[in-house]
């Protein structure tokens, strides 16, 4: 039976656990009950008290005054929200307030999109009778960092900022300090927001309701010609930004409350680091090599140039001569062209993307344990779940938004899970951090399930109903020795075995995993084992479970999605199968090839061998980001044609034959699809810079001249093309997305997917258990005696891999270079000291990287980023690949160091930000 209130003797329906304030909201709309400390993504306070209402057991009897954000509405309650007395209580709040405030409003930046500004109007304050405070006035303004900004004189003392950065974020670098008239906001012990911890995502500046907290952006004047929704171009969180913009410029973001993807929240990348977008160093014309030198030409001029290259090479070496790699940071129907143009007007397989380097693992193991190579379930399910599992990732800095929200649950002390060889933040927090050995996931993985199967904690009846091959996996699991394998991890056998039951015992558990699992030898096995954990505890198909990867960059899902690898067409069908190249001739009028093609790997040694002749880079810069820098360079130099589609000079740039300059994601309209499979609207807020071309337009410039009729890049008219050959996206329409997009599978009559594999419904049949046994990586058994230690790489937050666009923010100022990770008693016995730089040599070639001792890595055991091109890490890096989907191995590279003679120097090019 329903439960009634009254608001002003009015009878309505009331949810549960709903608070006055949100059902007087619900009802009444959002501006009659005024708040200062409330927040939509922050939890009922009550400091503020502005928000008091009257509340009555009966119909006009006596009333108790109550604050309404933080107190449960109680049913046949009688609520009078503007009482006389409740609206002199409210103004007499202001008025205080108001005291110990500046009244610059007319010059203050938040002037008319102040809240205090806006109670105060509302409650009726037209002058203050108290007399002015002193406490707040006289304190000095910080403008230390590069982007966080505070004036202490307009703090009101909501602790908004506060909460906001403890609930949000998790960081808890803001406290309020002093008692009575000394309250005050402090940043860690009474530091500058430089000085402090603070990790810059700005939900503070976002949640306060005056400017005591702000950025150099000024995001909340409103001072603005328009404000444009759209979606980050930095990882597979995909957060939805809010970019406000002056005279056709994009001034300053900030984040939707109402965005199911980040709430309000985003990390600096996605608020603060935009401004590469109009940085001086952009390509603006076309360039075509000519006697060794990049000279500028027109867009006819390279059209005709590169036409003219690709049909003689196709007519003197034919169409598998030519590659192309398209980019996870274009949109999907930027990607989709791009396969497109390989496959209908080139004629050839060889079409990849940097999936390859990254997930390509992730994508083949769970196709072939769950039929689909996504995402089972979404963030959102962690309000759901009672264990998480972190495999091989470390979300707080790659995936900053969806980290936080990890944070938080592990920091309520629920059970958590780490797997990896770095003490990572989220290690710090997590119940069980199990600190293996570079390249022993599938050890480790194994004496887990080895664990859940002896401790009789395997989910029989979901095994018998919805998998296969369980009796052959139980077995071989069972062959295992424990000992060895956790010699080999370097884990012990009972913490493993902890945690195994953790994860099994849990009602609900999650898993996450990076990269830490795909970039190895056997990064597909060890995606394969997670999935097998999830098949063996039955959490696959509802709330609060699931296999979930951490997807790299922005649209990497959807970049798989579009047909960007060669044995798969756009929407995962097979390249390779006689009747489904009859349908794709049917689409796309042309005859289509369903050879074998070329993944990148395979491209490189194609060249060198002289095989390849041209190349197409669709904003990939495989110089940098690709493993064995000197053999990519050997590549780019060996072709005939290389075109590159760019924003900026990267190091692949510089051995072009013809450069188009693209378009960034501020420029142009189109989707992403993030990791949890959300189609979402990317909606052009800004004109490309003069010279250059959305990435989507150039591609279909060239089909033309090629001769393939293709109408003109617009995301409206892409999306009805794709939907008509990508069966799960055969109900996405661009007018239907919305603020929130949908998750694929989206059906015909528009409806989309949360969770796949409902009631063991696998895309395949049944779930399939695969058993693996380990294998030590080759770069290991063939360098391990003269390379004795294991060097793994991994990203910071302020950079997004080779940081080509945060070097050109401010970000270039809070983190300056790349470091070496290295164990105190691996630095004494080098007689390395903090600081020092160290020679690291690989049997590649040699870097020199400035060391940081830290317990963070185990002795044997070094960690590094490439966010800075001077660096050129990739050069000691190896060629090993996974077995299955040839995803480099990053993770595991044998090196030995020695303390470092020279000093290594950075170039000019290091700080690449406008001063």
Not at 389 to 416: C, E, R, W, Y
Not at 647 to 671: D, R
Not at 700 to 712: E, K, L, S
Not at 834 to 856: H, L, M, N, W, Y
Request: overall charge negative.
């Amino acid at each position: 039976m329903s439960k009634i209130a009254y608001i002003d003797n009015e009878a309505y329906e009331i949810n549960d656990g709903e608070t006055i304030l949100a059902f007087v909201k619900r009802i009444k709309g959002e501006n009659l009950v005024p708040t200062l400390c409330d927040a939509p993504n922050l939890d009922p306070f009550g400091a503020c008290r502005v928000c008091s209402v009257d509340v009555a057991l009966v119909q006009d009897g006596p009333v108790k005054t109550q604050a309404s954000c933080h107190t449960p509405v109680m049913a046949n309650s009688y609520i009078y929200p503007s009482s006389d007395r409740v609206q002199k209580l409210r103004k007499n709040i202001v008025e205080l307030v108001l005291t110990d405030h500046p009244l610059d409003c007319l010059t203050c930046e938040v002037n008319n999109n102040c809240e205090l500004q806006t109670v105060a109007a509302q409650v009726g304050v037209r002058d203050v009778r108290y007399p002015a405070g002193k406490n707040h006035l006289d304190r000095k303004k910080d403008k230390s960092h590069p982007y966080m900004t505070s004036d202490m004189s307009k703090c009101i003392n909501c602790a908004r900022c506060v909460r906001a950065c403890d609930e949000v974020q998790g960081q808890f670098v803001l406290s309020m300090a002093g008692r009575g008239f000394d309250s005050h906001i402090v940043k860690g012990m009474e530091t500058s927001f430089m000085e402090s911890d603070c990790v810059s995502c700005g939900a503070c500046a976002q949640a306060c309701p005056t400017s005591a907290i702000s950025d150099v952006f000024e995001s909340k004047s409103i001072a603005v010609d328009e404000k444009v929704k759209t979606i980050c171009t930095y990882c597979g969180v995909g957060c939805q930004l809010e970019v406000a913009k002056v005279n056709g410029k994009v001034k300053s973001i900030q984040a939707p409350y109402n965005s199911a993807v980040n709430q309000g929240h985003t990390c600096l990348k996605g608020r603060f680091a935009f401004s590469f977008y109009k940085h001086p160093d952009r390509i603006k014309t076309p360039l075509i090599r000519k006697n060794g030198v990049l000279e500028p030409a027109t867009w006819d001029e390279a059209y005709d140039f590169i036409a003219d290259k690709l049909t003689n090479i196709l007519k003197e070496h034919g169409p598998d001569s030519v590659a192309g790699i398209s980019s996870a940071r274009c949109t999907n129907e930027e990607n989709y062209l791009m396969q497109k143009f390989i496959r209908a007007v080139v004629g050839t397989n060889n079409i990849d993307c940097c999936a390859r380097v990254c997930h390509s693992p992730t994508a083949l193991g769970m196709q072939r344990s769950f039929g689909t190579g996504a995402a089972t379930n979404s963030v959102v399910d962690l309000k759901y779940t009672d264990c998480i599992m972190i495999i091989g990732a470390n979300p707080t800095d790659a995936h900053p938004v969806t980290g936080a929200k990890l944070k938080q649950f592990a920091m309520k002390g629920k059970p958590s899970i780490v797997i990896d060889p770095r003490r990572t933040e989220m290690a710090r927090y997590a119940t069980y951090h199990l600190q293996l050995r570079p390249g022993t996931n599938v050890a480790l993985l194994n004496m887990m399930l080895y664990y859940i199967i002896t401790e009789d904690l395997a989910d029989k009846a979901f095994i018998e109903a919805s998998t296969e091959g369980y009796e052959e996996f139980c077995e071989n699991i069972l062959k295992l020795n424990m000992d060895e394998l956790s010699a080999l991890t370097g884990v012990d056998k009972n913490l493993v075995k902890a945690a195994a039951v953790a994860y099994a015992s849990a009602p609900n558990a999650m898993s996450f995993h990076g990269l830490g699992v795909t970039e190895h030898s056997q990064g597909s096995f060890t995606v394969m084992q997670i999935s097998d954990l999830a098949l063996i505890t039955g959490n696959i198909g509802r709330r609060g479970v699931g296999v979930n990867p951490l997807r790299g960059q922005n649209n990497v899902q959807g970049a798989a999605d579009m047909g960007c690898q060669p044995h798969q067409g756009a929407g995962y069908l097979d390249a390779y199968d006689p009747e489904i190249n009859k349908k794709y001739e049917a689409f796309y009028n042309t005859k289509i090839p369903f050879g074998k093609g070329l993944k990148i790997p395979e491209m490189f040694e194609a060249s060198i061998e002289g095989k390849l002749k041209a190349m197409w880079l669709l904003g990939e810069d495989v110089v940098q980001t690709d493993p064995n820098t000197n053999k990519v360079i050997a590549a780019m130099q060996n072709l005939e044609l290389l075109v590159v589609q760019e924003l900026f000079m990267t190091e692949t740039a510089k051995y072009a034959t013809v450069i188009l300059p693209g378009a960034s994601f501020l420029e142009k309209s189109g989707t992403f699809t993030n990791a949890e499979r959300r189609i979402q609207k990317v909606q052009k807020v800004v004109e490309p810079l003069p010279g250059t071309k959305a990435d989507g337009q150039i591609i279909v410039d060239i089909m033309n001249r090629m001769g393939y009729p293709q109408a003109d890049y617009d995301a409206n008219e892409m999306l009805k093309e794709i939907s008509q050959i990508v069966p799960f996206f055969a109900g996405v329409k661009w007018h239907e997305l919305g603020d929130n997009g949908k998750q694929w599978p989206v059906k015909a009559d528009g409806s989309d997917t949360e969770i796949l594999h409902i009631n063991g419904a696998f895309n395949r049949g049944k779930g399939k258990f695969h058993y693996f046994d380990w294998k030590e990586s080759g770069e290991i058994t063939k360098n391990g005696k003269e390379y004795p230690y294991i060097i793994t790489t991994n990203r910071e937050l302020e950079h997004y891999n080779s940081g080509t666009m945060t070097r050109r923010t401010g970000n270039v100022h809070i983190l300056t270079e790349d470091v070496l990770l290295i164990n105190p008693a691996d630095a004494e016995k080098h007689f390395i000291h903090e600081g020092d730089f160290v020679c690291v040599e690989s049997p590649r070639g040699k870097v020199d990287i400035k060391a940081r001792i830290t317990d963070q890595v185990k002795s044997g055991v070094l960690s590094t980023t490439f966010h800075f091109p001077e660096l050129m890490l990739n050069i000691i890096t190896s060629d090993e690949h996974d077995s299955e989907a040839l995803c480099p191995e990053y993770k595991v590279v044998a090196v030995n160091i020695r303390k470092s003679k020279g000093q290594h120097k950075f170039s000019k090019e290091t700080n690449l930000v406008q001063s």
